[in-house]
């Protein structure tokens, strides 16, 4: 994870039409992108998303074609690889600190003693795994995490990615938490951003697994930034997962999805209690609905 390792980078051109700036740029972001650059032309606007070098570009191509899945009006232009100049220090640049919620502060490991006075700070290097922060679904996430644990709170994270959501449970007073993701490749980069954090492998458990697949718990707090259908797909199992009076936080919702995600909500016992929505994105924080008729 050295700084300019590469000897090249991917870049893959997405297009859509004028207003589509933010949609662009949150396409990149869940796909892993490491930096991105944006173009206007008239009614069209073009974004060339980086990516490193570490995987095959088709990875990469795959990771961004599931993001494309409800945007039909976006397309890929144009792919290849740049080389590495100054871009390996140049794409810091994308990555300042970043407050969100209340009193939580994203930085970079580069940016380590900028800290805002009164915020906790979560170090996440930008790697290929989703979830740095500067994701609109990620700090729909932190900002309702924030008010949902409880110091000694146990939670899981679902889709752990880089980390952030396990590691910000933690630093809010969690004692423990179950962390997992299907891909094991993101694991490496979990435990870098929990060393940035001071965190060990004893308090933030890492699993190889596929959404809540022989999950035990049950846990008092649980999260999700993930996409739609795997969501739709847990929803079921969400119940037995929590503990009396958990809460389990969902987002990689589009807001568009909300009535459909709390329809599903409904079905499977679950109750929203509280909900945020940034750019095109949406989350909900939930109870069992027992636990929500009863206090």
């Not at 980069?189 to 809540?212: C, I, K, Q, S």
């Not at 930034?225 to 795997?230: G, T």
């Amino acid at each position: 994870m050295a700084d300019g390792m590469d000897g090249f980078w991917w870049y893959i051109i997405l297009e859509g039409q004028a207003g589509r700036e933010e949609v662009l740029a949150s396409l990149a972001d869940l796909s892993g992108s490491i930096g991105s650059e944006e173009r206007t032309d008239g009614t069209r606007v073009r974004l060339r998303a980086y990516y490193r070098s570490s995987q095959d570009l088709g990875y990469w191509l795959e990771r961004l074609s599931e993001a494309l899945t409800p945007w039909e009006d976006v397309r890929i232009a144009d792919m290849g690889k740049i080389e590495n100049r100054r871009w390996h220090t140049d794409w810091k640049e994308a990555f300042p600190p970043l407050p969100v919620g209340k009193g939580l502060v994203v930085l970079a490991p580069w940016h380590r003693g900028t800290e805002p006075e009164g915020r906790i700070p979560l170090y996440i290097y930008p790697g290929s795994a989703f979830g740095t922060g500067y994701h609109e679904s990620t700090q729909i996430v932190l900002a309702l995490l924030e008010e949902a644990v409880r110091p000694g709170a146990t939670a899981a994270d679902i889709g752990t990615g880089s980390g952030i959501l396990a590691i910000a449970a933690m630093k809010l007073g969690a004692r423990h938490v179950h962390a997992r993701d299907v891909d094991p490749a993101v694991l490496s980069e979990v435990r870098h951003n929990l060393g940035l954090n001071d965190l060990t492998e004893e308090a933030v458990d890492l699993w190889e697994g596929n959404l809540l697949d022989g999950f035990e718990g049950p846990v008092d707090i649980l999260t999700a930034n993930i996409v739609i259908d795997p969501l739709l797909a847990m929803l079921p199992f969400v119940g037995a997962a929590l503990a009396p009076g958990g809460r389990a936080i969902f987002s990689g919702l589009l807001a568009r999805e909300r009535e459909v995600f709390l329809s599903a909500l409904a079905e499977n016992g679950l109750s929203a209690v509280d909900e945020r929505t940034a750019g095109d994105w949406w989350g909900v924080a939930v109870t069992r609905y027992d636990d929500a008729a009863g206090g």
